[in-house]
C-alpha cells in the first residue's frame, strides 16, 4: 500500500487499460470487478432496501416525534446500505491504473447519502397528492448526489473522462426507480407488493452505480507498475461491510422490537375489547362471536347448544344495602366460582350489569341439567361481606339450538323470554323456552317497541269523556283519555298499553305527553272547562312532576284552576309524607287533586283526613250494580255520606243507565262520567257536536296571572294530621 499525497493508494495487478468502449459499452465495468465484492455490496444492498422501506412504512403509520424518529432511523439505514454498496463495489472495481480515496470527499458522500434519504422519506409521508413520488425522487437524487460525490473523491493516477448522456441516464434511473419504490411501498398490501418495491430500491442502487462507472473513462498518464494489494482490499471492504450490516442489524432490532411491542399491545387491547374488565369474564362482544362459533360447530358436528341467560335475583338490594363495592364484590366471587365449573364446550359471559350468559355444548337433555345444577349451585352459595353473608341468586332462562331457534338472535330472544317468566313465577330458579307460554311476553315487549316509536309516529291521540253535574246536568269538565292507533293492530285498549308503558320504563314520557296535549288543547276550549288528567303512581314516585306540571302550564297557556290532576290512593301510600309534600306543592299553583278509583285500595279516611282532596272519584265497580244490589248502594251512600261530611264533592264514574244516574240524584251525589252522559270522544267530534268551541288561534293564551302561580306549599293541614302521621 502506497500514500500518495495523504490519501489511500493501490496500485492496480492489471498491465493495461480498458477505456468504456474497447470491448463494448459496459464490459470494462462488468469483467474488471472483483465478483466477490461485488456479491458483497449487493447482500448490503438487497439487506439494506429492505429493512429501510419497512423502516419507512413504520415511519408512515406514526405521527408527529414517534415519525421523526423512526424517519432519523430509515435515513441512517439507507445512507449506509447505499455508501455500503457503493464503496464496496468501487473497492472490487480495477480502473486500470492507481487509485484512492480522498477521506473527506469519501465521508461527506456518506452524509449526502443519509441527508438525501432524510429529506426524500420525510417529504414521501407529507399529505399531498404527489408526496410519495416526490419524496422518492428526493431519495433518488441523494442516492445520485452520494455516488457522484464518492467519484469526486476517487482519486486514479490519469486523466478521467464522462460520458454525459450515461451520466444523466445513471441520474434519471436512480430518481425514477426510487419513486417507483417509495410509492409501491406506501401502497403494499401484502408481502409479495412490499418485495417489488425492494427490488425498485435495490435496482436505483445499481443501475446508478453500473450506468455511472459506465460513463466513466480513465487514461494513465505514464507506466503502471504492477503492485498487488487485493487483500488489503478485500479486508478493508470486509470491514465496511461490517459496518453496514451493523448499521443494517440495528435498524432491523429497532424495527422488530417495535414490532413486538405493537403486538403486545394489539393483544392488550384486543383482550381489553373482548374481556370484561370488572371480572375478567369475557364480555358481550367476545360472547356473540363464541356463540356464532358454538352454533356453526353444532351445526356441522349434529350437535346441540343451550343458550342460559342468568339474571342476578337481589343485586340491586346488595348495591342499595351494602354500597356498589360490595356489588362489585359479588359480581367478581360469581364469576370467579362460574370460571371454575366450566369443563369442555362450556363458556360464560358477563353481558353488563348483573346479567350473565351461558353456552353449553350438548348432545342430551341431561347435559344441559348437570351444567345448570353446578350453576345454580354457584349462584346460590353465600358469599362473605366482611361481617355480613349475602345470598345473590339468579333467575335462568334456557333456548335450545336448534329446537328452540335456528339462529343467533332469535335464541338470544328465546332465552331472555324464559329467564324473564323464571324471574316472575315465584320459587322458579330455572326456566326452559316455551312458545305457548313466552310468546306472549314477546309480544308484549314488541308493543313496547311499538309504543316508543308511536310519540314520534304521531299514533297517539286523546279523547275526552265529559263530565256533568247530576242535578242539573250541566257539563263540569272533561277528562282527557289517552288512545293509540297501532299502523298493523288497529286501536289498542289503553287497559293494554299503559299497564306494557309501565312495565317497560315509557310511563314517564307517555305520562307527560298526555299532560301537555291535555293542558294546549282545553287551553283553547270555549266555555273554559277544566280538563282531568290522570297521573299513574310511576309518575307520581318522581319528585320534580310538580316543576313539570308548572312547566306545561306556563308552556300551553292554561289557567292552573282548570287543571285536574287525578291519582290513587296507590300512588300515595308508597312514601306517604313526600307524597303529601308533592301534593301541596301541586295544590299550591292552584291546580285540584282527585282521589282516582275510591273503594278500590286502601280506602283509608286516614288519607282524606291528611290531605284536602277537591274531589273523590267512586270507582265504576261500584255503580255497576248499584240500581240491584242493596249491599252495593249501601256502601255508595256511604261514600256519598262522607264526601258531604267532609265537604269533597263525589264524582261517580261508569254511568251507563239511567237506573243509575236516578239513584245517584236520590242520593245527591254531585258529579257524573259514563256512557250514558257521553263516551269519550275526539274533540273535533266535541266541537262538532255543539258541546263547546275552540278560541281563534291569536287568543288561545289566557292571562298570566292565572297560570304563573309560584310552586307553594302552603295548604293548611286538615286538624289531627300531625296524630295521623
Same mark, same amino acid.
Given at each position: 500500500?502506497?500514500?500518495?499525497?495523504?490519501?489511500?493508494?493501490?496500485?492496480?495487478?492489471?498491465?493495461?487499460?480498458?477505456?468504456?468502449?474497447?470491448?463494448?459499452?459496459?464490459?470494462?465495468?462488468?469483467?474488471?470487478?472483483?465478483?466477490?465484492?461485488?456479491?458483497?455490496?449487493?447482500?448490503?444492498?438487497?439487506?439494506?432496501?429492505?429493512?429501510?422501506?419497512?423502516?419507512?412504512?413504520?415511519?408512515?403509520?406514526?405521527?408527529?416525534? $414517534?415519525?421523526?424518529?423512526?424517519?432519523?432511523?430509515?435515513?441512517?439505514?439507507?445512507?449506509?446500505?447505499?455508501?455500503?454498496?457503493?464503496?464496496?463495489?468501487?473497492?472490487?472495481?480495477?480502473?486500470?491504473?492507481?487509485?484512492?480515496? !480522498?477521506?473527506?470527499?469519501?465521508?461527506?458522500?456518506?452524509?449526502?447519502?443519509?441527508?438525501?434519504?432524510? @429529506?426524500?422519506?420525510?417529504?414521501?409521508?407529507?399529505?399531498?397528492?404527489?408526496?410519495?413520488?416526490?419524496?422518492?425522487?428526493?431519495?433518488?437524487?441523494?442516492?445520485?448526489?452520494?455516488?457522484?460525490?464518492?467519484?469526486?473523491?476517487?482519486?486514479?493516477?490519469?486523466?478521467?473522462?464522462?460520458?454525459?448522456?450515461?451520466? @444523466?441516464?445513471?441520474?434519471?434511473?436512480? =430518481?425514477?426507480?426510487?419513486?417507483?419504490?417509495?410509492?409501491?411501498?406506501?401502497?403494499?398490501?401484502?408481502?409479495? /407488493?412490499?418485495?417489488?418495491?425492494?427490488?425498485?430500491? &435495490?435496482?436505483?442502487?445499481?443501475?446508478?452505480?453500473?450506468?455511472?462507472?459506465?460513463?466513466?473513462?480513465?487514461?494513465?498518464?505514464?507506466?503502471?507498475?504492477?503492485?498487488?494489494? $487485493?487483500?488489503?482490499?478485500?479486508?478493508?471492504?470486509?470491514?465496511?461491510?461490517?459496518?453496514?450490516?451493523?448499521?443494517?442489524?440495528?435498524?432491523?432490532?429497532?424495527?422488530?422490537?417495535?414490532?413486538?411491542?405493537?403486538?403486545?399491545?394489539?393483544?392488550?387491547?384486543?383482550?381489553?375489547?373482548?374481556?370484561?374488565?370488572?371480572?375478567?369474564?369475557?364480555?358481550?362482544?367476545?360472547?356473540?362471536?363464541?356463540?356464532?362459533?358454538?352454533? !356453526?360447530?353444532? /351445526?356441522?358436528?349434529?350437535?346441540?347448544?343451550?343458550?342460559?341467560? +342468568?339474571?342476578?335475583?337481589?343485586?340491586?338490594?346488595?348495591?342499595?344495602?351494602?354500597?356498589?363495592?360490595?356489588?362489585?364484590?359479588?359480581?367478581?366471587?360469581?364469576?370467579?366460582?362460574?370460571?371454575?365449573?366450566?369443563?369442555?364446550?362450556?363458556?360464560?359471559?358477563?353481558?353488563?350489569?348483573?346479567?350473565?350468559?351461558? =353456552?353449553?355444548?350438548? $348432545?342430551?337433555?341431561?347435559?344441559?341439567?348437570?351444567?345448570?345444577?353446578?350453576?345454580?349451585?354457584?349462584?346460590?352459595?353465600?358469599?362473605?361481606?366482611?361481617?355480613?353473608? =349475602?345470598?345473590?341468586?339468579?333467575?335462568?332462562?334456557?333456548?335450545?339450538?336448534?329446537? !328452540?331457534?335456528?339462529? /343467533?338472535?332469535?335464541?338470544?330472544?328465546?332465552?331472555?323470554?324464559?329467564?324473564?317468566?323464571?324471574?316472575?313465577?315465584?320459587?322458579?330458579? =330455572?326456566?326452559?323456552?316455551?312458545?305457548?307460554?313466552?310468546?306472549?311476553?314477546?309480544?308484549?315487549?314488541?308493543? @313496547?317497541?311499538?309504543?316508543?316509536?308511536?310519540?314520534?309516529?304521531?299514533?297517539?291521540?286523546?279523547?275526552?269523556?265529559?263530565?256533568?253535574?247530576?242535578?242539573?246536568?250541566?257539563?263540569?269538565?272533561?277528562?282527557?283519555?289517552?288512545?293509540?292507533?297501532?299502523?298493523?293492530?288497529?286501536?289498542?285498549?289503553?287497559?293494554?298499553?299503559?299497564?306494557?308503558?309501565?312495565?317497560?320504563?315509557?310511563?314517564?314520557?307517555?305520562?307527560?305527553?298526555?299532560?301537555?296535549?291535555?293542558?294546549?288543547?282545553?287551553?283553547?276550549?270555549?266555555?273554559?272547562?277544566?280538563?282531568?288528567?290522570?297521573?299513574?303512581?310511576?309518575?307520581?314516585?318522581?319528585?320534580?312532576?310538580?316543576?313539570? +306540571?308548572?312547566?306545561?302550564?306556563?308552556?300551553?297557556?292554561?289557567?292552573?284552576?282548570?287543571?285536574?290532576?287525578?291519582?290513587?290512593?296507590?300512588?300515595?301510600?308508597?312514601?306517604?309524607?313526600?307524597?303529601?309534600?308533592?301534593?301541596?306543592?301541586?295544590?299550591?299553583?292552584? &291546580?285540584?287533586?282527585?282521589?282516582?278509583?275510591?273503594?278500590?285500595?286502601?280506602?283509608?279516611?286516614?288519607?282524606?283526613?291528611?290531605?284536602?282532596?277537591? /274531589?273523590?272519584?267512586?270507582?265504576?265497580?261500584?255503580?255497576?250494580?248499584?240500581?240491584?244490589?242493596? $249491599?252495593?248502594?249501601?256502601?255508595?251512600?256511604?261514600?256519598?255520606?262522607?264526601?258531604?261530611?267532609?265537604?269533597?264533592?263525589?264524582?261517580?264514574?261508569?254511568?251507563?243507565?239511567?237506573?243509575?244516574?236516578?239513584?245517584?240524584?236520590?242520593?245527591?251525589?254531585?258529579?257524573?262520567?259514563?256512557?250514558?252522559?257521553?263516551?269519550?270522544?275526539?274533540?273535533?267530534? +266535541?266541537?262538532?257536536?255543539?258541546?263547546?268551541?275552540?278560541?281563534?288561534?291569536?287568543?288561545?293564551?289566557?292571562? &298570566?296571572?292565572?297560570?304563573?302561580?309560584?310552586?307553594?306549599?302552603?295548604?293548611?293541614?286538615?286538624?289531627?294530621?300531625?296524630? @295521623?302521621?
Amino acid at each position: 500500500m502506497t500514500t500518495y499525497h495523504g490519501s489511500l493508494s493501490v496500485l492496480s495487478g492489471h498491465e493495461g487499460i480498458h477505456p468504456a468502449g474497447r470491448d463494448g459499452l459496459f464490459e470494462h465495468h462488468i469483467w474488471h470487478h472483483d465478483l466477490g465484492l461485488v456479491f458483497l455490496a449487493a447482500l448490503i444492498c438487497l439487506a439494506g432496501s429492505w429493512v429501510t422501506l419497512q423502516l419507512f412504512r413504520r415511519a408512515a403509520g406514526v405521527s408527529g416525534a $414517534q415519525r421523526v424518529g423512526w424517519h432519523i432511523l430509515t435515513a441512517v439505514a439507507a445512507g449506509a446500505a447505499i455508501w455500503c454498496t457503493h464503496f464496496i463495489a468501487m473497492l472490487g472495481f480495477d480502473p486500470g491504473v492507481p487509485f484512492s480515496f !480522498d477521506p473527506i470527499l469519501t465521508i461527506l458522500s456518506l452524509i449526502v447519502a443519509m441527508i438525501g434519504a432524510a @429529506a426524500g422519506f420525510s417529504f414521501a409521508t407529507a399529505r399531498m397528492k404527489f408526496a410519495p413520488l416526490l419524496g422518492g425522487a428526493i431519495v433518488g437524487l441523494g442516492t445520485a448526489a452520494m455516488h457522484y460525490t464518492g467519484m469526486m473523491g476517487y482519486s486514479v493516477q490519469g486523466i478521467v473522462t464522462w460520458n454525459m448522456p450515461l451520466l @444523466a441516464l445513471s441520474i434519471i434511473f436512480s =430518481v425514477f426507480l426510487s419513486a417507483s419504490a417509495v410509492h409501491l411501498m406506501l401502497r403494499a398490501a401484502n408481502t409479495r /407488493k412490499q418485495i417489488i418495491a425492494a427490488a425498485f430500491l &435495490v435496482a436505483a442502487i445499481v443501475m446508478l452505480h453500473f450506468t455511472g462507472m459506465a460513463a466513466s473513462h480513465f487514461e494513465p498518464l505514464g507506466v503502471v507498475l504492477a503492485e498487488p494489494m $487485493q487483500d488489503a482490499v478485500k479486508a478493508l471492504a470486509f470491514a465496511i461491510a461490517g459496518v453496514g450490516f451493523l448499521i443494517i442489524g440495528a435498524g432491523v432490532a429497532s424495527y422488530l422490537i417495535d414490532a413486538r411491542v405493537r403486538s403486545e399491545s394489539y393483544e392488550q387491547l384486543r383482550h381489553m375489547a373482548v374481556t370484561d374488565s370488572l371480572t375478567g369474564l369475557p364480555n358481550r362482544v367476545s360472547f356473540t362471536g363464541r356463540l356464532d362459533h358454538e352454533i !356453526d360447530t353444532a /351445526k356441522a358436528r349434529g350437535l346441540k347448544v343451550a343458550l342460559i341467560g +342468568i339474571d342476578l335475583d337481589r343485586f340491586k338490594e346488595i348495591n342499595d344495602l351494602r354500597g356498589h363495592g360490595a356489588g362489585d364484590d359479588v359480581l367478581r366471587t360469581l364469576a370467579a366460582r362460574m370460571r371454575a365449573l366450566l369443563r369442555e364446550g362450556e363458556f360464560v359471559a358477563r353481558l353488563g350489569g348483573d346479567e350473565f350468559a351461558a =353456552v353449553k355444548r350438548m $348432545q342430551n337433555g341431561a347435559d344441559v341439567s348437570d351444567f345448570l345444577v353446578r350453576l345454580e349451585a354457584a349462584l346460590y352459595e353465600p358469599i362473605a361481606l366482611d361481617e355480613f353473608h =349475602v345470598t345473590p341468586g339468579a333467575s335462568l332462562g334456557v333456548s335450545i339450538y336448534p329446537d !328452540d331457534a335456528t339462529d /343467533k338472535n332469535a335464541l338470544l330472544g328465546n332465552a331472555d323470554l324464559a329467564m324473564y317468566r323464571a324471574k316472575s313465577t315465584p320459587g322458579t330458579n =330455572v326456566a326452559f323456552y316455551d312458545p305457548s307460554m313466552d310468546e306472549v311476553v314477546r309480544k308484549r315487549k314488541n308493543l @313496547a317497541n311499538d309504543l316508543r316509536q308511536a310519540f314520534d309516529r304521531d299514533e297517539l291521540d286523546l279523547h275526552f269523556q265529559v263530565q256533568k253535574s247530576v242535578s242539573t246536568g250541566d257539563i263540569r269538565g272533561y277528562e282527557a283519555l289517552v288512545r293509540w292507533k297501532h299502523p298493523e293492530h288497529g286501536d289498542i285498549s289503553p287497559e293494554v298499553f299503559i299497564p306494557i308503558a309501565e312495565e317497560y320504563g315509557l310511563i314517564l314520557q307517555l305520562g307527560e305527553w298526555v299532560l301537555r296535549k291535555a293542558c294546549a288543547r282545553a287551553a283553547s276550549w270555549l266555555p273554559p272547562y277544566k280538563v282531568a288528567v290522570n297521573v299513574s303512581p310511576l309518575q307520581f314516585a318522581h319528585a320534580d312532576l310538580p316543576k313539570v +306540571i308548572l312547566e306545561i302550564l306556563v308552556e300551553t297557556g292554561l289557567a292552573a284552576n282548570r287543571l285536574e290532576i287525578e291519582l290513587t290512593e296507590t300512588a300515595i301510600f308508597a312514601d306517604k309524607e313526600r307524597s303529601l309534600h308533592m301534593l301541596r306543592q301541586i295544590k299550591g299553583m292552584g &291546580v285540584t287533586i282527585a282521589l282516582d278509583d275510591f273503594g278500590t285500595g286502601y280506602s283509608s279516611l286516614d288519607t282524606l283526613r291528611a290531605f284536602p282532596f277537591d /274531589k273523590i272519584k267512586l270507582d265504576k265497580s261500584f255503580i255497576d250494580h248499584v240500581d240491584s244490589n242493596e $249491599q252495593t248502594a249501601a256502601m255508595v251512600r256511604a261514600v256519598l255520606a262522607l264526601g258531604r261530611s267532609l265537604k269533597i264533592p263525589v264524582l261517580a264514574e261508569g254511568i251507563e243507565n239511567s237506573g243509575q244516574l236516578a239513584m245517584l240524584t236520590f242520593e245527591g251525589c254531585d258529579e257524573a262520567q259514563g256512557f250514558l252522559l257521553g263516551r269519550p270522544m275526539s274533540i273535533d267530534r +266535541i266541537v262538532s257536536a255543539g258541546h263547546l268551541s275552540l278560541k281563534p288561534v291569536m287568543s288561545q293564551t289566557e292571562p &298570566v296571572e292565572d297560570r304563573r302561580k309560584p310552586i307553594e306549599d302552603n295548604v293548611p293541614e286538615k286538624p289531627g294530621k300531625a296524630a @295521623a302521621s
